[in-house]
């Protein structure tokens, strides 16, 4: 079982749409989480940070963890055809070395 | 754009020889963390520096190091190069120890292996 599970999609809605991006976890040790957004070809973008549980949110995003059900959450509302993108969770025990998901590819249809 | 740069973007090499990437990391930053992200994978963490020695590593051989700089620019040298070493090479500065809250990634560098 990897550390980490991310659903890669990829996901495909219409512009407009609520998205729902999720990823579950093994380690019940992981306090920080963090959504990343990569771009092809460019290097990932913070979007997101949270530390132990709650809700964050950011403009059009919102950040969920659930450390009971080791499970969290990344939503986009009203979703625009320049959030198609590949979504990246990341999470860490010590504040330094991330452990990734492998990404969920996002696109939005106008 | 983040202010992290890296060099080169692209490089091809042969199973066995050696290679060394660079980095450069934000203005004001003093800690680099390099990840190594396989294709339609997520990154993985290799090792990070603080101001100039190593604060953690990942799951990888030793001959992958890496040396950071007084002005915090930083190397990741892989020796004996494997078919399986082809991947993106990301570093990430950030102001403090740690710092995964704060981690700006660079483009960085497409490396093949053939």
Known sequence: QKEVEQDPGPLSV????????????????????????????????????????????????????????????????????????????????????????????????? | ETGVTQSPTHLIKTRGQQVTLRCSSQSGHNTVSWYQQALGQGPQFIFQ????EENGRGNFPPRFSGLQFPNYSSELNVNALELDDSALYLCASSSERGGTDTQYFGPGTRLTVL
């Open chain 1, 14 to 110: 219409p512009e407009g749409a609520i998205v729902s991006l999720n990823c579950t976890y093994s380690n019940s040790a992981f306090q920080y989480f963090m959504w990343y957004r990569q771009y092809s070809r460019k290097g990932p973008e913070l979007l997101m940070y949270t530390y132990s549980s709650g809700n964050k949110e950011d403009g059009r995003f919102t950040a969920q963890v659930d450390k009971s059900s080791k499970y969290i959450s990344l939503f986009i509302r009203d979703s625009q055809p320049s959030d198609s993108a590949t979504y990246l969770c990341a999470m860490s025990v010590r504040n330094n070395d991330m452990r990734f998901g492998a990404g969920t590819r996002l696109t939005v249809k106008p």
């Open chain 2, 49 to 52: 520096y603080y101001r100039e």
